[in-house]
């Protein structure tokens, strides 16, 4: 099956530096990635989607000058929170669709998430 | 618009069985099921096309009503790994087949 590999893990960086989290297709192409925040006892939130060889694409209110996304690969999305701030303290996760088959069995592969705590 | 998720949680006993539902205000394509445990990512259970049907995944199982624009997940003889928050995801053309997420239920299970 799908799979989508996501570092590091966890991260812990002092308020004002910037802290870049990759998520790479380890057997598939993914040429549309999914980045989501999430919050504690809460649901996902979609930040941004972010597209090979384009810009990605924002939802409302989401910082695109703080949260830069970089998709050079078709197998390799990167999120940068710059200046962080313990409010930017959250679990963040990437995801892609699964191809190669019906696109009806596939449904989204999530990386493992990375806990980001800004001190 | 978030489908809507209910219950907001459940306890169970292992051995009995659970029913979360998702319903939406818009016309679906498809309805996307997910648990997530404690500390982790989302798994993938399973996804339901429109035009209605029923999968199965051990003793899990989904049925989309695509009139009534709902899906139910059924968890039978429920395990202690069964524990966790079940989210439903929809796709419609309203949200541009963007996957639009539920609140999410949490499934406790108790020995």
């Known amino acids: 099956g799908a799979v989508v590999s996501q570092h590091p893990s966890r991260v812990i960086c002092k308020s004002g530096t910037s802290v870049k989290i990759e998520c790479r297709s380890l057997d598939f192409q993914a040429t549309t990635m999914f980045w989501y925040r999430q919050f504690p006892k809460q649901s996902l939130m979609l930040m941004a989607t972010?597209?090979?060889?384009?810009?990605?694409?924002?939802e409302q209110g989401v910082e695109k000058d703080k949260f830069l996304i970089n998709h050079a690969s078709l197998t390799l999305s990167t999120l940068t929170v710059t200046s962080a701030h313990p409010e930017d303290s959250s679990f963040y996760i990437c995801?892609?669709?699964?191809?190669?088959?019906?696109?009806?069995?596939?449904?989204?592969?999530f990386g493992s998430g990375t806990r980001l705590t800004v001190v | 618009q978030q489908p809507v998720q209910s219950p907001q949680a459940v306890i169970l006993r292992e051995g009995e069985d659970a029913v979360i539902n998702c319903s939406s205000s818009k016309a679906l394509y498809s309805v996307h099921w997910y648990r997530q445990k404690h500390g982790e990512a989302p798994v993938f259970l399973m996804i339901l096309l429109k035009g209605g049907e029923q999968k199965g995944h051990e003793k899990i199982s989904a049925s989309f009503n695509e009139k009534k624009q709902q899906s139910s997940l059924y968890l039978t003889a429920s395990q202690l790994s069964y524990s966790g928050t079940y989210f439903c995801g929809t796709e419609s053309m309203d949200s541009n087949y963007q996957l639009i997420w539920g609140a999410g239920t949490k499934l406790i299970i108790k020995p």
């Open positions: 972010s597209n090979e060889g384009s810009k990605a694409t924002y």
């Open positions: 995801s892609a669709r699964g191809t190669g088959g019906q696109k009806a069995n596939y449904g989204y592969t």
